[in-house]
Nanobody, 124 residues
């Protein structure tokens, strides 16, 4: 059973930065796709970023709305996933979820593993 636990959420002013972390209970080497989703109040959960097992930050997918501002990375030795968020906007307030799947293409559609989420609030 894979457990994912997010941390690092909080309150940040518009234009500020925040770094989220996700700790996995098992080795993430076998989890090809790891990523982040978010859910704003009253909206559906949406894909934010994903990265493959290779772990090279350049080989990652981003939602158009965050591309160039967010950076996803993973540390296979520590079983950790990160999301560096810069130039944040109030509309990005919501709950951010860590997600994973053994098959990358499932990560961006319906991943099997989910964390419980961490709240991020961006004030204007």
């Amino acid at each position: 059973q894979v457990q994912l636990v997010e941390s690092g959420g909080g309150l940040v002013q518009a234009g500020g930065s925040l770094r989220l972390s996700c700790a996995a209970s098992v080795s993430i080497f076998g989890i090809d796709g790891m990523g982040w989703y978010r859910q704003a109040p009253g909206k559906q959960r949406e894909f934010v970023a994903g990265i493959t097992r290779g772990g090279i930050s350049n080989y990652a997918d981003y939602a158009d709305s965050v591309n160039g501002r967010f950076t996803i990375s993973r540390d296979k030795h520590k079983n950790m996933l990160y999301l560096q968020m810069n130039s944040m906007e109030p509309e990005e307030t919501g709950v951010y979820y860590c997600a994973g799947d053994t098959i990358y293409r499932r990560l961006v559609s319906s991943p099997n593993y989910w964390g419980k989420g961490t709240q991020v609030s961006v004030s204007s």
